[in-house]
C-alpha cells in the first residue's frame, strides 16, 4: 500500500525524522491561508498523488509570493498529472501540499528497502539526489551505496557512516545522517514498511538534513496489523475496479487488455495470462477468486469484469479444488443473469464436482464455448474477440 507525501512526513516527525514544514490544502484558499501561515519567502506547491516524477510532470512549483502560490494551487488542483508512473491515463489531483521552501545545497538519495533476495532490509544511500533512482542505477551504479541488515534488523552505526561518507558528508553531517537512518529502520521495523525513501535528503545552507521528499510503501500482509496506516489509503488513488474488487473481497488487478479472466489460484492465473498473450490477445485482469470464494463473490467479480468497457470478452479458466466447480459456474449464471451478458463467453472447467458444474450451465441456457484444456481456451476467446 501506498500513501501520500504528506501523510509519509506526519510518519517521519513521529518518529524524530527531520521534515520540511508543510501544510495541506485541498482548495485554493486552503493552500493561500497555508502559504500565509508558513511566512516564506519562497513556497513550494506540491500535487499529493501516488506517483514520482510530479516536478517534470509540471506538478511542484517554487513561489516566491503569495500569488503564485495561489497562481500554483489553481493550475495544480484538478489537472491530470500524467508521469513515467501514472502510465497515460495520468492522475487527477485532489490535494496538495504547501511547503516552506529550504535553502538545499546539496541533495542525497536515501532509503530503507526490503531486499526480497536476501531477506532482510538493506539501507541504499546515493550523492545523487532528486534524480529517478533507477536512472542512478542504470547509468552510475558506482555512485549508489548499500548495506544489508541481519535478519534481526540490528544497525549498526558505523554501517550508515560507511554510507554517508562515502556520499561526501563531513563528520557532523554524517552523525545527522546516522541518526536519521536509525529512524528509518525503526520505522521499517514498526510499520511493516516495505520502503522508506527520502529523494531528496537535503543539506541545508545552514549544514542541517532535512527530508525534502518522503515516500513510503507498505506490505499490505501485515496491514491487519496496523489500522492506522490502512487509515491512510486514499480511495481517490485506487482504481475504481481494484476498489470494488476490495470491497467485495476479491483478487482483482486490472490491466490494459481487453480479455477478461477468471481464474482459481494464482499461479493458474498467471498461466492463463500467459497463455492468452501466446493466442495473440491481451488480458484485461487478474482475478483470482481463490479458494474461499462463495457464489455471491464468484458473481460479483464477474459483474467488475463485465462492467469495464474495454473487456470484448471473457474466459473463465476453473481447476476445482477448494473452490467447487459448481459454486463457481453457479456463480457465473447469476451474474450473467444479473447483467444481461452478451459478451463472447469460453470456459474450461474441471476438477471438483465439475459434472454438475457443466450441468448448472447447460440449464442455464447461457450462449458460451467450452474448451477441454488451456491452451484450446485461449485460442478460443482471441479469435473471438479479435
Excluded at 490544502?25 to 501561515?37: H, I, K, L, N, Y
Excluded at 482483482?252 to 477478461?260: K, S
Excluded at 485482469?285 to 458473481?299: K, Q
Amino acid at each position: 500500500m501506498n500513501i501520500h507525501e504528506y501523510q509519509a512526513k506526519e510518519l517521519f516527525r513521529s518518529f524524530g525524522i527531520p521534515v520540511s514544514d508543510g501544510r495541506l490544502a485541498q482548495t485554493v484558499d486552503e493552500a493561500v491561508a497555508a502559504a500565509s501561515e508558513l511566512e516564506g519567502p519562497v513556497w513550494v506547491v506540491k500535487a499529493q498523488v501516488h506517483a514520482g516524477g510530479r516536478g517534470k510532470a509540471g506538478g511542484v512549483k517554487v513561489c516566491k509570493n503569495i500569488d503564485e502560490v495561489r497562481k500554483a494551487a489553481q493550475a495544480i488542483l484538478g489537472m491530470t498529472l500524467v508521469t513515467r508512473q501514472t502510465g497515460p491515463a495520468g492522475k487527477k489531483v485532489h490535494k496538495v501540499l504547501v511547503e516552506r521552501g529550504t535553502n538545499i545545497a546539496r541533495e542525497l538519495y536515501l532509503a530503507v528497502v526490503l531486499d526480497r533476495s536476501a531477506g532482510c532490509l538493506s539501507i541504499m544511500a546515493s550523492p545523487c539526489g532528486g534524480m529517478d533512482i533507477e536512472a542512478v542505477a542504470a547509468e552510475t551504479p558506482d555512485r549508489i551505496f548499500i548495506t544489508k541488515l541481519d535478519g534481526s534488523h540490528n544497525f549498526w552505526p558505523w554501517q550508515a557512516r560507511e554510507l554517508f561518507f562515502g556520499c561526501g558528508l563531513d563528520a557532523r553531517q554524517t552523525n545527522q545522517g546516522v541518526a536519521i537512518v536509525r529512524q528509518l529502520v525503526a520505522l521499517a521495523v514498526a510499520k511493516d514498511c516495505t520502503m522508506v525513501e527520502i529523494n531528496p535528503l537535503a543539506v541545508t545552507d545552514e549544514g542541517k538534513l532535512v527530508a525534502v521528499d518522503a515516500k513510503v510503501n507498505f506490505d499490505e500482509n501485515g496491514l491487519a496489523r496496523h489500522p492506522d496506516i490502512r487509515a491512510l489509503d486514499d480511495p481517490d488513488e485506487c482504481d475504481p475496479y481494484e476498489l470494488k474488487a476490495r470491497e467485495v473481497g476479491v483478487n482483482y488487478i486490472h490491466l490494459d487488455g481487453y480479455v477478461g479472466t477468471m481464474v482459481n489460484g494464482a499461479g493458474l492465473a498467471m498461466a492463463t495470462m500467459d497463455a492468452i498473450k501466446q493466442a495473440g490477445a491481451e488480458p484485461a485482469n487478474f482475478f483470482d477468486a481463490g479458494g474461499g470464494a462463495n457464489e455471491d463473490m464468484v458473481a460479483s467479480g464477474f459483474e467488475i469484469m463485465l462492467s469495464d468497457p474495454r473487456v470484448r470478452g471473457i474466459l473463465i479458466n476453473i481447476f476445482g479444488g477448494i473452490l467447487r466447480c459448481d459454486i463457481v459456474a453457479q456463480g457465473i449464471v447469476n451474474a450473467a443473469q444479473k447483467t444481461g451478458l452478451t459478451l463472447p463467453l469460453v470456459i474450461r472447467m474441471e476438477g471438483t464436482n465439475v459434472e454438475e458444474g457443466r450441468r448448472i450451465l447447460r440449464e442455464a441456457g447461457l450462449n458460451y464455448q467450452e474448451a477441454r484444456s488451456m491452451g484450446e481456451a485461449a485460442s478460443l476467446i482471441a479469435r473471438v474477440t479479435a
